[in-house]
């Protein structure tokens, strides 16, 4: 009589221990979200008095609360405010950094080297030094508490690192495309609008992506320019609901910033699948 012996596979305990590793970290990285959705539930004497996860009982009033805004202006409309600013910032990016982009990496022009320099060295310049020169031309040009400020820079390709990011994108790009484009007789706009820019979709998106973030999140530049409650974003709608009500709004407060964080949260989901399509063809169709 025979025996056939069941072979196992020998458990590897090193791959265990680094996918036990690798889920630590992630619920390391996701206790912020997850403290974030159960403060805004939570009632006002348990948002600072309490150091449970979890809160007693729910407190949806705090949303009703965020949902009614500040300062008699209303969440639709700060949210709105947001939209029309990050919208128009990554239109700006995405337009502006692509040509600018194009003209270093493909196009044949004297001080190409030291001008492409030029601009890799201002991503070392800290955004406030600039600051104050700009907010003096606003000013004198009457845009100050208007959206301009926020918007009309970004059609200026001022973000030299999206320009580089794009730069090293086109410059994998084969040549023989747009020489073949040349001999149908395309001139350098439309070789780039028909050629170039469809292949370069994978760069586009990421700058898209990290534009309307940055964007969404910028504090500091908006709070510069933005004086009228009417024309505030969901960011200094924040820093006006604490002032507004002091410490009893907090719950109401963490309301409004899981409201804030869903637009950054679904804009990356929709583009997140284009840009994985996108980088694991390279940027090559067919």
């Known amino acids: 009589m025979t025996t ?30 997850a403290w974030l959705l159960a403060t805004s539930l939570k009632p006002a004497d348990e948002v600072i008095a309490s ?44 337009i502006s950094c692509s040509l600018a982009a194009y003209a270093f990496a493909r196009l044949r022009f004297r001080l190409r080297g030291p001008l492409f320099a030029f601009m890799i060295a201002t991503i070392m310049l800290p955004h406030h030094a600039v600051l104050i020169p700009q907010y003096i031309i606003f000013n004198q040009l009457g845009l100050v508490n208007t959206y301009w400020p926020l918007i009309l820079p970004k059609f200026l390709a001022t973000e ?21 484009a040349r001999i149908d007789g395309c001139g350098p706009f439309r070789s780039f609008f028909q050629v170039v820019l469809p292949l370069t979709r994978p760069a586009l998106i990421t700058t ?19 004086f009228d409650p009417d024309k505030f974003t969901l960011t200094l709608a924040l820093r006006s609901f604490v002032d507004a009500s002091s410490t009893s709004a907090f719950g109401p407060m963490f309301a409004m910033s899981v409201i804030a964080l869903l637009p950054i949260v679904l804009f990356f989901l929709a583009f997140q699948r284009f840009l994985v399509e996108g980088m694991a063809s390279s940027g090559l169709k067919g």
Request: charged share 15%.
């Open 160 to 180: 030299a690192f999206f320009v580089f990011l794009i730069v090293q994108f086109m410059r994998g790009l084969p040549r023989e495309l747009e020489e073949a």
């Open 208 to 226: 898209a992506i990290f534009t309307f973030i940055w964007t969404w999140n910028d504090f500091f530049t908006q709070l510069i320019y933005l």
């Open 51 to 94: 150091l449970n996860l979890l809160p007693s009982h729910l407190e949806w009033s705090n949303y009703r609360t965020a949902l009614e805004g500040v300062n008699d202006v209303s969440v639709w409309r700060l949210l709105g405010n947001s939209l029309l600013i990050a919208g128009g910032a990554v239109l700006g990016n995405v």
């Open 4 to 33: 056939t012996a069941v072979s196992r596979k020998p458990v590897r305990w090193g791959r265990v221990a680094v996918h036990l590793g690798c889920l630590a970290a992630l619920l390391v990285m996701l206790y912020p979200l």
